[in-house]
C-alpha cells in the first residue's frame, strides 16, 4: 500500500511558488531591459554570432569617429586654404597697382601682409597637431619667423619640405589622406614672396617711392609667378574638397552598417514587449494563485482530511 504523507502537500505548493517566482522575475527583467537574457549565456548557440557582431559594431562606430574627424579637419582645411588664396589675390592686385602707379610706397607692408596670413593659415593646428604637418604634426609646417627671416635663409630652412601627407584608416581595408601639407599648398607663393623681400632688402632695395626699371621688372615677373600659385593653391583646395566628398561618402555607408549591425543584433538580443507583457500577466497570476493555495494547504493535514 502507498503511504500518502501531508508534508508532501505545502513542500510541492511551495515549489510551485518557486517556479512561479522565478518565471515571474524573468519576465519583470525582460520588460525592463528589453533583452532576452542577462549575459551570453542565456542567448545559446547564437551567442557567439553576438559576440561577433558586437566587435564589428566597436570597430565600425570606431572607423566613424575617424570619419567625424577627418570631416571637421577638413572643413578647417578649406578655410584656411581659402584664406591663404585671398591673401595671394590680394597681393596681386595691390602689386599690379603699383606697377601701374609706378610707385613702389607700400609694396612692403603688402609682402609684410600676405606672409602673415599665409603663415597664420598653415600653421593652423586643433588638439595641438598642425594639420599642413602631415606626418610632422607636432611642429609648426612654415618655421620663418618673419618676412626678413625668409629673405635670409634657404626656402627649406624656412617651412618643412618633403614631408608626407597623414594618412587614416576610415573603413575596413581603406585608408585615405587625412590632409594636405604646407609645402604642398603654399610653397610657390612663399618662393615668391622670399625674392621680392630679397630685392627689397638688397642693393636694389627698398621699395619706396618711385619704382626702378629694375624693381618693376621683378614686380612683372612675380605677379606672373604669384598668378601661378594662387592657381596651385586654388588646386589644392579643390583637393582638399574631392577629400571630403570621399569622407562623407565613407561615413554614410558607415551609418548604414551600423544600422544594419544594431537591426542584426536587435533580432538576437531584443524581445517582443508585447509578449513579455501577456507573459508577465500570466506569471504574476500563476505566481498569486501558488500563494493563495499555500496559505491554504500550510494549515491542513492529512489527518483533519480524514476526519
Do not use: C, W
Amino acid at each position: 500500500m502507498v503511504r500518502i504523507s501531508s508534508a508532501m502537500i505545502p513542500s510541492a505548493s511551495l515549489a510551485d511558488i518557486s517556479r512561479a517566482q522565478q518565471d515571474l522575475v524573468e519576465a519583470a527583467r525582460q520588460s525592463s531591459a528589453q533583452t532576452r537574457a542577462s549575459d551570453l549565456k542565456g542567448y545559446g548557440r547564437e551567442a557567439q554570432t553576438l559576440v561577433s557582431a558586437q566587435r564589428l559594431v566597436a570597430r565600425t562606430e570606431g572607423f566613424q569617429a575617424t570619419a567625424r574627424e577627418l570631416t571637421t579637419r577638413m572643413q578647417i582645411q578649406d578655410v584656411t586654404i581659402g584664406r591663404a588664396a585671398d591673401a595671394v589675390s590680394k597681393l596681386k592686385e595691390d602689386l599690379f597697382q603699383n606697377v601701374g602707379l609706378e610707385s613702389g610706397e607700400g609694396v612692403r607692408a603688402q609682402l609684410e601682409e600676405a606672409f602673415a596670413v599665409i603663415k597664420d593659415a598653415m600653421n593652423i593646428n586643433l588638439g595641438g597637431r598642425y594639420l599642413f604637418g602631415g606626418v610632422l604634426n607636432d611642429r609648426p609646417p612654415i618655421t620663418a619667423a618673419s618676412l626678413s627671416d625668409l629673405a635670409a635663409n634657404p626656402l627649406e630652412d624656412a617651412m618643412e619640405e618633403g614631408a608626407e601627407a597623414q594618412v587614416m584608416r576610415i573603413e575596413e581595408g581603406r585608408t585615405v589622406q587625412a590632409g594636405l601639407v604646407a609645402d604642398d599648398v603654399v610653397s610657390l607663393a612663399m618662393a615668391s614672396l622670399k625674392r621680392l623681400a630679397e630685392l627689397d632688402e638688397g642693393p636694389d632695395g627698398p621699395f619706396g617711392g618711385d619704382l626702378t626699371n629694375l624693381q618693376k621688372q621683378a614686380i612683372q615677373t612675380e605677379l606672373t609667378s604669384l598668378s601661378a600659385a594662387f592657381d596651385h593653391i586654388l588646386s589644392r583646395q579643390s583637393e582638399n574638397g574631392r577629400l571630403a566628398k570621399d569622407v562623407d561618402s565613407a561615413s554614410t555607408r558607415l551609418t548604414s552598417s551600423l544600422n544594419a549591425l544594431d537591426e542584426a543584433i536587435g533580432g538576437i538580443v531584443n524581445v517582443d514587449l508585447a509578449e513579455v507583457a501577456v507573459r508577465l500577466n500570466q506569471a504574476q497570476f500563476a505566481y498569486e494563485s501558488s500563494a493563495s493555495i499555500f496559505n491554504v494547504l500550510r494549515n491542513l493535514s492529512l489527518l483533519n482530511i480524514l476526519k
